[in-house]
């Protein structure tokens, strides 16, 4: 199995920025693409970054130019970087990671941002 833990949301005010951490453990080698997904209230999970085992990166329209993912390459862990960051983005985030050597994905636990002033 592969176990996902997120670190690094918080409160924030409207044009701050954070970065979240998630770090993979167990079957780590068994993981291709990984990303990061957010729910916020009343909403449905959403993808916001995705990020290939070749680093391929993809964006929703709504975080263009204002989130950056990154992964390290032992794909242990990956990371959202989030500036300029609106009461919008404020959500539930989630990490994922695809694991097709057992055609499932595994999520984390998620990590709260909250955009306020």
């Known amino acids: 199995q592969v176990q996902l833990v997120e670190s690094g949301g918080g409160l924030v005010q409207p044009g701050g920025s954070l970065r979240l951490s998630c770090r993979a453990s167990?079957?780590?080698?068994?993981?291709?693409?990984m990303g990061w997904y957010r729910q916020a209230p009343g909403k449905q999970r959403e993808l916001v970054a995705h990020?290939?085992?070749?680093?391929?990166?993809k964006y929703a329209d709504s975080v263009k130019g204002r989130f950056t993912i990154s992964r390290d390459t032992h794909k242990s862990a990956v990371y959202l970087q989030m500036n300029s960051l609106k009461p919008e983005d404020t959500a539930l985030y989630y990490c994922n990671a695809e694991d097709p050597d057992q055609g499932m994905d595994h999520w984390g636990k998620g990590t709260l941002v909250t955009v306020s002033s």
């Open positions: 167990g079957r780590i080698f068994s993981i291709d693409a």
């Open positions: 990020i290939t085992d070749g680093g391929i990166t």
